[in-house]
T-cell receptor, first 110, second 116 residues
């Protein structure tokens, strides 16, 4: 299973665009890249998933270069409510489970 | 609306007691999972079940037990053998049929267990 590396924390201000990069050098051919968001004392919530190039939904964009060894989650014009921990996940465990690292704690300031 | 319900939201346990955390889903998902989360850490897999009447140990199963008598229910018992049970517990379910895509992977809102 591909291991992921992402920054422990990031700070931003309201209205800014935030880009969180995740490194996954050992990604397998059939692995998808998925990002989750977690607020304190809540379960993780699916944000976006992609395989290659660019994916966009109403919440975020996901950029994946051709070699797929990294990915960047882009949050446009963040607000205070975007303060959360963001997890980058690649593939699944042998039991079909999702494998979470420590994530990136994003703090949005006024 | 379909989803996963975990109860209670907060639970306090005395030393030496067993406690049971409830997890119910109405998504008709085959697979269910229990995770543990400690402060500042990611989620670690405790137990999982791919089908009724069958379950498997995850990475940190010691001191925990589960049952899967019904498709929609997957209760977790934290036994007295678990020496450090204070944590945030999350239940999840998945359709189990899609090998990679995670659109069917849903989490509950969690139970915070504290030993007093």
């Amino acid at each position: 299973l591909a291991k992921t590396t992402q920054p422990i924390s990031m700070d931003s201000y309201e209205g800014q665009e935030v880009n969180i990069t995740c490194s996954h050098n050992n990604i397998a051919t059939n692995d998808y890249i998925t990002w989750y968001q977690q607020f304190p004392s809540q379960g993780p919530r699916f944000i976006i998933q992609g395989y290659k190039t660019k994916v966009t939904n109403e919440v975020a964009s996901l950029f994946i270069p051709a070699d797929r060894k990294s990915s960047t989650l882009s949050l446009p014009r963040v607000s205070l409510s975007d303060t959360a921990v963001y997890y980058c996940l690649v593939g699944r465990g042998s039991q079909g489970n999702l494998i979470f690292g420590k994530g990136t704690k994003l703090s949005v300031k006024p | 609306d379909g989803g996963i319900t975990q109860s209670p939201k907060y639970l306090f346990r005395k030393e030496g007691q067993n406690v049971t955390l409830s997890c119910e889903q109405n998504l008709n998902h085959d697979a269910m999972y229990w995770y543990r989360q400690d402060p500042g850490q990611g989620l670690r897999l405790i137990y999982y079940s791919q089908i009724v009447n069958d379950f498997q140990k995850g990475d940190i199963a010691e001191g925990y037990s589960v049952s899967r008598e019904k498709k929609e229910s997957f209760p977790l018992t934290v036994t007295s053998a678990q020496k450090n049970p204070t944590a945030f517990y999350l239940c999840a379910s998945s359709s189990g049929q899609v090998p990679q895509a995670v659109y069917g992977y849903t989490f509950g809102s969690g139970t915070r267990l504290t030993v007093v």
